[in-house]
Structures are given as C-alpha cells and as structure tokens.
C-alpha cells in the first residue's frame, strides 16, 4: 500500500504513515471479515 502513495524520489513516504495506517486499520480483510 505505501508504493501506492509515495512519490518516485521516495523521500516523503513516512509523512504519509499515519494515513496509511489509518487506511489499513479501517478496511475489512476477506479472510478474517474483521
């Protein structure tokens, strides 16, 4: 997920981690349905 939002010189992506985060603690996983 994080390849998804970083920028090509990948000097910006930790500025991003508590977005990121907040996206993958909100989705529901297809395996667990949680």
């Given at each position: 997920m994080i390849?998804?939002?970083i920028e090509v010189h990948q000097s910006s992506w930790d500025e991003?981690?508590?977005e990121i985060t907040l996206a993958v603690n909100?989705?529901?996983a297809?395996?667990?349905g949680f």
């Open positions: 390849a998804q939002y991003l981690l508590p909100s989705s529901v297809d395996s667990t």
